[in-house]
C-alpha cells in the first residue's frame, strides 16, 4: 500500500481543525463548541470531518453566499440526517431529525457535504467527507 506524505490521524476539539477542513484560517467570530477532523495515510486525499458552532450570521451569509445550497426535507432529510462517514460524535446533531434544517450542495449527487442549522439555536453543524 502506497501512503502519503502527511499527517494522518484523527484530531478532535483540536484549535488547528478548521484550518484542516477549510485550508483557511477561522476568522476570529467564529465559536467552534466542537469539531473533529480524521484523515487518512493514504496517497489521495481521504478525509472527514464535523464541525459544531455557534449561531453566527455573517458565517451563515458566507456559506449560502459561497455556494450553491439546497434546502431538503422529507424522507430525503431524513435520509441525509444518517448518511455519515464511520460513526458522527455524540455531540454531532444530538436531536432529532425535525429539529434542523437540512442543506446539501445543489447538483452534487455524490457529494457528502451536509449543513444542519439547529431550529432552536441556529447553531450550525458542518460535515463533510471523501473516501
Known sequence: MLSGCHKSGTWSDD???WERAFKSTKPTDVVVVHSQYWRSAHFTYEFAYYFHIKKN???????FDGNKLKQV??????????DFFDKKPSWFIPNTADSYEVWTIEGESNGHFRLFIDKDS???FIT????
Open 57 to 63: 450570521d455573517a458565517l451563515k451569509k458566507q456559506l
Open 15 to 17: 484549535s488547528r481543525n
Open 128 to 131: 463533510d467527507y471523501q473516501v
Open 122 to 124: 441556529q447553531d450550525i
Open 73 to 82: 426535507s422529507g424522507e430525503e432529510a431524513s435520509l441525509l440526517f444518517k
